[in-house]
C-alpha cells in the first residue's frame, strides 16, 4: 500500500512547493535560487525535479518537500505533513491511530476548546457588539475563529471532560490550573485559566491552533489585559509568529511583510487587506529573557518569503524597544527594515478603527528606513544643539549602520547622515571604526550561528534515532538497530544513554515519522547508510567551523606552535569530509 508520503510525493513536484515559496530560474535541467536558508546574493540553491529534490552548494541544505516544508516554515514533521497532504489532496485520517502521540492529543483538545469558545462568542450580543465598535466585520471574527471565555470557573473545563478528554491532558494543554493547596476541601481543584476574556486562538505556520490569547473584557482592574497560555508540549512563547500561517503567501506576493505587535493590530491590518501583517507575541521581541536566537529564528521564518519588513510598531517605550532590538537583528540579517509612519502613541488597530483604511495605507507607504527614522528622531529633540546631535548619532545609530550587513550600504548611510547633518563623513567614519571596536566583544559573544544549520545535524540526528526506536518496537528488524545506535554514539562523541535521553519526550513522534518515511519498501540499509554519512559530515563541518575561529584567534595573537597544531587538525578534519565525499560518489556510480 502506498502511503500518504508516497502519495503526497506522487501529486506534489519539489517544483511546485518550492517555487510557491520562492522565485526560481531555469539553469540547465535543474533550477535555482538564492537560498532561503543562508543570506547570498548569487544564487546558489538547486532544485533537481528530476530527483525531487534540492541542494544548496552554499550552506549544504539539502532534502525532499517534507524537509523543505520543516526548515522553512519552521514545523515538525507532522505539522509538514498536515500541510502538504492538505495541499495535495490526501487524506490522513485513517493513518495510524493507535499511535496518537501526546501532541497529537494536544491538538485536538486546542480544537475543541477553539469550538467553545466560538460558540460562546456567537451568543453572546454584547461581545459581538464591542467587536464590530472595535472595528472588526463579522467576517473577520469568524475567519480568525476569535471567541469568548464566559466569567465562569469550570466552563471549558466541564465542556472538555463531558468529551472524554482528561484533567492532566487539560492541564497539559495549558487550559487549567490547579486550586491552590490551602483551600477547604470541596473546593479544590482545577479551574479554567482563560475566564471573561475575548479569545483569539494562536496557529502554528500549518494552522494548528496551539495556543490562546486572552483579551480581558470586563476589566476589574486587577487582572492583567492580556493573558496567553503558558509554554506547552506544542507552544513555546518564544518562538512563535502571530498569523504566518495568514501571511505567508500575501508576504511572498507583495514582497514585503508588516510586523506589529497585537493580536488587534494584526487582524484589523489584514481586514485592511494587508494580509502581509505578522505580530510578534507581544512582548516577544523586546523581552531580553528571549534569546537572541529565537529572535532570529522568528524573523529568520519572515526573511526567507521577504527581505522587506516594515516595523509598526506603538510608539510607547515598549514598542520602541521592541522594534529598536527586532530592527537591529533584522538589519544584521541583511533585511531592509522600515518602519511605519504612526502618529504618536497610536497603535496599528486604533489608527485603522478610527482613522478608516486609507490613514493605514498612508503609515505604510510613508514608512522610512530605521536608520533615516531614529535619525529624524534626534534632528527633532536637538534642535541648534550640534554636539548633543553628535554625540546621539555616535550613541544611538552608529550601532544600527553597523548592523547593517552591506558595506555598500553603511556608506549610503554614512553619507545620508553627513548630507543632513553637516558631519564631515571622514568624521563619521572614524566614530563608526570605534564603534565597531566596542561592539566586538559582543559579537564574539554572540557568534553567529547559522541557525538552520546546526538544525540540519539535529535534524538527521532526530532522523536517525527515530528509525532505530521504531525498529526496536519490532519483532522483526530490517536493521541492527543498536550497532545502528552505537555508530552514532560514536559519530557525534555522545554516550548511548545520554542520546536515548535526549529522545524522552519525543520518542512517539520520531518512531510515528520513522515509521511513516521508511513503513513501506524502501532499501532501509541503504537510506540508513547515507543518513549516517551525512551525520557524520555535518558534525566535521560544525567542527571545522570551530576550528577556524581557533584558527583566527590564535594567529591574531601569534601563536606560531599552536596555530600550525590546528592547520594540522583542519587538514585531518578536511580529509575525512572528503572521504565521505568520495565513498558518496563510488556508491552513485
Ligand atoms: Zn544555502
Not at 494536544?106 to 467587536?131: C, G, H, P, Q
Not at 571596536?437 to 538544525?455: D, G, H, R
Not at 532499501?523 to 551525520?535: G, I, P, R, T
Request: proline share 3%.
Amino acid at each position: 500500500m502506498n502511503s500518504p508520503v508516497q502519495k503526497i510525493k506522487e501529486r506534489l513536484s519539489i517544483e511546485e512547493v518550492v517555487s510557491s515559496y520562492i522565485k526560481l530560474e531555469k539553469s540547465g535541467a535543474n533550477l535555482k535560487a538564492r537560498c532561503p536558508f543562508h543570506n547570498e546574493k548569487t544564487p546558489s540553491f538547486f532544485v533537481s525535479p528530476s530527483r525531487g529534490s534540492y541542494y544548496c552548494f552554499g550552506c549544504a541544505a539539502k532534502g525532499d518537500i517534507f524537509t523543505f516544508i520543516e526548515e522553512f516554515e519552521g514545523l515538525d514533521f507532522k505539522g509538514a505533513l498536515k500541510l502538504l497532504a492538505g495541499r495535495a489532496g490526501v487524506s490522513l485520517q485513517n493513518f495510524n491511530p493507535e499511535m496518537e502521540s501526546e501532541k497529537e492529543k494536544l491538538y485536538k483538545i486546542m480544537e475543541d476548546a477553539t469550538s467553545y469558545f466560538v460558540k460562546n462568542l456567537e451568543e453572546n450580543e454584547e461581545i459581538l457588539k464591542y467587536l464590530k465598535t472595535r472595528g472588526l466585520s463579522i467576517g473577520t471574527i469568524k475567519d480568525f475563529r476569535i471567541g469568548f471565555a464566559k466569567l465562569d470557573w469550570r466552563g471549558l473545563y466541564s465542556y472538555l471532560i463531558a468529551k472524554n478528554w482528561k484533567e492532566f491532558e487539560l492541564e497539559k494543554a495549558g487550559l487549567i490550573k490547579k486550586t491552590e493547596k490551602d483551600l477547604p476541601v470541596g473546593r479544590q481543584g482545577f479551574y479554567d485559566r482563560f475566564r471573561g476574556r475575548i479569545i483569539f486562538p494562536i496557529s502554528d505556520s500549518s494552522g494548528r491552533v496551539i495556543a490562546f490569547s486572552g483579551r480581558i473584557f470586563v476589566d476589574d482592574g486587577k487582572s492583567a489585559k492580556y493573558l496567553n497560555s503558558p509554554d506547552t508540549p506544542i507552544f513555546s512563547k518564544s518562538s512563535v509568529l502571530y498569523g504566518l500561517d495568514r501571511a505567508k503567501e500575501s508576504i511572498r506576493k507583495n514582497n514585503f511583510s508588516i510586523l506589529v505587535e497585537g493580536q488587534m493590530d494584526l487582524i484589523l491590518s489584514h481586514q485592511a487587506g494587508y494580509k502581509n501583517t505578522v505580530a510578534s507575541s507581544g512582548t516577544a521581541l523586546s523581552d531580553s529573557t528571549i534569546s537572541r536566537e529565537n529572535v532570529i529564528s522568528n524573523l529568520g521564518l519572515v526573511r526567507r518569503l521577504s527581505e522587506n519588513i516594515v516595523l509598526a510598531f506603538d510608539g510607547d517605550k515598549a514598542g520602541f524597544n521592541a522594534s529598536t532590538r527586532a530592527g537591529k537583528i533584522a538589519l544584521s540579517l541583511g533585511m531592509d527594515v522600515k518602519v511605519a509612519a504612526l502618529p504618536p502613541s497610536v497603535d496599528p488597530a486604533d489608527l485603522i478603527s478610527k482613522s478608516g483604511v486609507p490613514a493605514w495605507k498612508k503609515a505604510i507607504k510613508n514608512s522610512k528606513h530605521l536608520i533615516e527614522f531614529f535619525l529624524d528622531k534626534i534632528l527633532e529633540n536637538g534642535i541648534n544643539d550640534n554636539r548633543r546631535i553628535g554625540r546621539e548619532i555616535k550613541e544611538k545609530i552608529l550601532p544600527y549602520v553597523n548592523a547593517v550587513e552591506s558595506s555598500i550600504e553603511k556608506m549610503h548611510f554614512l553619507k545620508k547622515i553627513s548630507d543632513t547633518t553637516g558631519i564631515p563623513e571622514e568624521a563619521l567614519k572614524d566614530d563608526l571604526k570605534k564603534v565597531e571596536q566596542e561592539l566586538k566583544f559582543e559579537q564574539i559573544a554572540e557568534e553567529k550561528v547559522v541557525p538552520s544549520q546546526v538544525f540540519r545535524k539535529d535534524y538527521i540526528e532526530k532522523r536517525l534515532l527515530g528509525i532505530v526506536l521504531w525498529q526496536k518496537t519490532l519483532l522483526e528488524q530490517k536493521i541492527d538497530a543498536e550497532k545502528i545506535l552505537k555508530k552514532i554514539s560514536e559519530i557525534l562523541n555522545i554516550e548511548i544513554n545520554m542520546l536515548l535521553e535526549k529522545t524522552a519526550n519525543s520518542k512517539e513522534d520520531l518512531i510515528f515519522e520513522a515509521e511513516v518515511f521508511y513503513g513501506s519498501d524502501v532499501d532501509l540499509k541503504k537510506d540508513v547508510k547515507e543518513l549516517l554519512d551525512n551525520l557524520e559530515e555535518e558534525y566535521l563541518k560544525e567542527k571545522l567551523l570551530r576550528k577556524i575561529q581557533e584558527l583566527h584567534f590564535s594567529e591574531e595573537k601569534k601563536e606560531k606552535e599552536r596555530t600550525g597544531q590546528i592547520l594540522k587538525e583542519i587538514s585531518e578534519i578536511n580529509n575525512k569530509i572528503q572521504s565521505i565525499k568520495n565513498g558518496r560518489l563510488k556508491m552513485n556510480t
